[in-house]
Structures are given as structure tokens and as C-alpha cells.
């Protein structure tokens, strides 16, 4: 059973900075793809920022500048730096990670419970 649990979610006051966090555990044969994606009351879940298994990172046009995707192989985690934060980036913000759980399995899709950002003005 593979789980992502995520830390680091809170409440900060317009350009403040957060940091999240999400580990991988359980059966974990190769991890590929680790991302973050945030959803907002009303709104769609909408991609944040993506990571490859090499280091290639793509970031949402409404936070590139402000948000550093990085990983730590050795530890299967993920983290969003987040600065200069806005009222905006107010959502519920959830790991995704392609990876696969047995040297015979295929790339398949696991998500975190989600953790509450909040940015007051």
C-alpha cells in the first residue's frame, strides 16, 4: 500500500511564505513524477508545479517566480517553497506522485489527503 502524507499547510498573511512537504511510503519500486496541485473553494484542481524523476520542473503560469518545486530522492519527498504569497493561492494543495509500487507494476497515480493554505490580505 503506498501512502502520501503531506505537512506544512497553514495560515499566513498576504507575502508570507510557507513550505509544504509530502513523503511516499509503502511499496515503492521507482518513483517518476512527483507534483503539487491546489483546489479552491468553487474551482477545479488545477496543476501547481510538476517535477520529473531527473529534475525537469514546469510551474503554473500564476506562480512561477514565487514557488520552488524540489525533491529529495532518498527520502520519495516532495516539497513547494512558496513565497511572496497572495490571497489567491488560498486552496486546499495536494501531492501527486506517478510512481510504481512493484518492479511489475505500471506507472500509477497516488494523491495526499491535502493540506488547508490560507493567505489573509
Known amino acids: 500500500q503506498v501512502q502520501l502524507v503531506e505537512s506544512g499547510g497553514g495560515l499566513v498573511h498576504a507575502g508570507g511564505s510557507l513550505r509544504l512537504s509530502c513523503a511516499a511510503s509503502?511499496?515503492?519500486?521507482?518513483?517518476?513524477?512527483m507534483g503539487w496541485y491546489r483546489q479552491a473553494p468553487g474551482k477545479e484542481r488545477e496543476l501547481v508545479a510538476v517535477i520529473s524523476g531527473g529534475g525537469s520542473t514546469n510551474y503554473a503560469d500564476s506562480v512561477k517566480g514565487r514557488f520552488t518545486i524540489s525533491r529529495d530522492n532518498a527520502k520519495n519527498t516532495v516539497y513547494l517553497q512558496m513565497n511572496s504569497l497572495k490571497p489567491e493561492d488560498t486552496a486546499v494543495y495536494y501531492c501527486n506522485a506517478r510512481l510504481r509500487p512493484s518492479i511489475l507494476s505500471t506507472l500509477q497515480g497516488y494523491w495526499g489527503q491535502g493540506t488547508q493554505v490560507t493567505v489573509s490580505s
Open positions: 509503502g511499496s515503492i519500486f521507482s518513483i517518476n513524477a
